[in-house]
C-alpha cells in the first residue's frame, strides 16, 4: 500500500500502511494529532489526541484524558481524500511514519507557499 501526497504539479508518494498527521493549533499553540490507516480506496482514522485544551478546543464526549493528553476516535466515515491547507502564516503539520516524523512540505520540494495538499491512498 501507498499513500500519496499532492500540491499542483508536485507529487510525492509513501510506501507506508499507516502514519500520523499532527500540528499545530494556531492560536493556542496546542499539538494535535491523529492516527490513519489506508484500508483498500480510503483513509481511516483510528484515534485522535490533543495535547491540552483551550478556546475552541474542548475534548469531544468519550475523550479519555491520560497524562494530560486527551484520547479519542473520531465519529468520522472513512474518507477518499485529506485536504490540508499550506500557509507560511502558522506552523506546518508534520507526517510520521511507523519509522520517522517530517514535516509535511519535506515530502513535497517546491512546495508553493499557499497550497492545498490532498493525501490519499494510491
Known amino acids: 500500500m501507498s499513500l500519496c501526497l499532492a500540491a499542483g504539479a508536485v507529487a510525492a508518494s509513501l510506501a507506508i500502511e499507516s502514519f500520523t498527521l499532527t500540528w499545530m493549533h494556531s492560536i493556542e499553540k496546542i499539538r494535535w494529532e491523529e492516527d490513519w490507516?489506508?484500508?483498500g480506496h480510503a483513509l481511516v482514522i483510528t484515534e485522535a489526541r490533543i495535547r491540552g485544551s483551550g478556546a475552541g478546543m474542548e475534548a469531544p464526549a468519550g475523550a479519555v484524558l491520560t497524562n494530560g493528553v486527551?484520547?479519542?476516535r473520531p465519529q468520522l466515515p472513512p474518507q477518499a481524500v485529506l485536504r490540508l491547507t499550506h500557509s507560511p502564516y502558522t506552523a506546518g503539520y508534520t507526517l510520521c511514519?511507523?519509522?520517522?516524523c517530517r514535516p509535511l512540505a519535506d515530502h513535497l520540494p517546491g512546495l508553493e507557499?499557499?497550497?492545498l495538499v490532498e493525501i490519499r491512498p494510491c
Not at 511514519?97 to 520517522?100: D, E, F, K, S
Open 37 to 39: 490507516r489506508i484500508e
Open 70 to 72: 486527551w484520547h479519542y
Open 97 to 100: 511514519t511507523p519509522t520517522v
Open 113 to 115: 507557499d499557499h497550497a
